[in-house]
């Protein structure tokens, strides 16, 4: 599919390397003679950052075109956005251009502030006009704050819903069209604050900056506000909070109706204080800083399937399931993918020993999964432990490189599993290791040995047979030491 994006600044390039690095083609459309650089530095931060987040691997990155006109951007497009300055008739003047091409194609707006029904003034089509106001990196905050308006009908709202999770973004419908939607506006009261914070001389940026890293924004950015206040009630809970805490809205704690004047003098008190606090640093420095720490964060919440990390391992899921949709090899030669992570890496910039053997891991509970003795089977009181190990370190693996892994059955009776697993760079095929394992099937609740069940051990034999005509590994029994000619 295609996505046409129609401005290419911070906003319109992570919605090309979002759009991009799922798998769809994208073309641009951006006047500006330097969007082609702007938005190649873009991608790269995007290239070295989300993959990082994907346990299944991302699809097959797309193809990026940059077109001449509107007009080209926009025709065989499956979905439009557009992301230009915030000038109201700058854009109805650009939804001319694009309906006069695609007048039924979805036609998402970035924009920061104005209502859906703003924006559909005069279109050909205002049905399928609708704002979708992601966050800065696009590429890697999911959500997308969805707001239509009564010219767009539900279910076509639903369709643009599951396309945009699809790429996996978290796409929340706003249940009424507001200016500044929902989150400029809680953005918003926060800047008031702390500009007068400045302006007053509370505090300067970077201790504004302090405050929030070091306190409240470690807890939002996994429990929000409401659930946040909520813990701060004790057992009581919510109304608890709200009885002790309530009476402090009457007091003029805040400024948030009385906006300081903007003159030059704040302008340039904020932007000293700014330079002194960040200066040392790019741009790119510090947009590659602030990609590494959220995918820093958002490992963490992954591990747990909460929050932000729940919508990744959510996205994860449907590639799974889209692989396994359109997968057409045999059972025989089903493959694991694996992405090199950040915690995979030692200080040489390679994927540390241990997780060899944690991709080993990996690749046989999938298989294992694969033969009917998954989570499901565990849970009923059987599994298979491992009893013995051999890795051979082969290859190297750096940091976001996509490995795949396969396991050819050596052999198997009613008790053991003998199995050989190979794990291989994508890029180039290179063997990366050899993983040896001996299982032994076990009843949990006794503690010993026992025979597997017949489905699980007629689904080896159909394997099995299978894998008859692969030959075996020469190395397989090799012991630790032996030269290299014995493989």
Known sequence: MKAAIIGGGVIGGGWAARFLLNGWDVAIFDPDPQAERKIGEVLANARAALPQLSDTGLPTEGRLSFAGSVAEAVTGAAYIQESVSEQLALKHRVFAEIQAAAPDVPLGSSTSGFKPSELQQGAVTPGVIFVAHPFNPVYLLPLVEIVPSAADAQGFTDHVLELLRDIGMFPLQVRKEIDAHIGDRLLEALWREALWLVKDGIATTEEIDDVIRMSFGLRWAQMGLFETYRIAGGEAGMKHFMEQFGPALAWPWTKLMD??????????????????????????????????????????????????????????????????????????????????????????????????????????????????????????????????????????????????????????????????????????????????????HVDMAAGRTCAADTSVLKTLDEIANAQSDMPRPTAAGRHVGQGRDAA
Do not use: C
């Open 259 to 440: 906006v300081p004047e903007f003159t030059e003098e704040l302008v340039e008190l904020i932007a000293d204080q700014s330079d002194a606090q960040s200066g040392h640093h790019t741009i790119r420095d510090l947009e590659r800083i602030r990609d590494g720490n959220l995918v820093a964060f958002l490992r963490a919440l992954k591990d747990r399937d909460w929050g932000a990390g729940k919508v990744f391992n959510d996205h994860d899921r449907r590639l799974a399931e889209q692989a396994k949709a359109t997968k057409t090899t045999s059972a025989a030669s089903e493959a694991t993918k694996l992405v090199v992570l950040p915690s995979w890496i030692d200080y040489n910039g390679h994927m540390t020993e241990s997780r060899y053997l944690f991709a080993g891991s990996q690749i046989v509970d999938a298989f294992l999964a694969r033969i009917g003795a998954g989570l499901d089977y565990v849970a009923a009181g059987h599994s298979y432990y491992t009893a013995e190990t051999h890795i051979r370190h082969l290859g190297e693996a750096k940091l976001g490189a996509h490995l795949t892994g396969t396991v050819q059955v050596l052999s198997h009776d009613e008790k053991r599993l003998h199995i050989w697993m190979r794990l291989t760079r994508d890029d180039d095929g290179t063997e990366v290791a050899t993983i040896e394992q001996m299982l032994l």
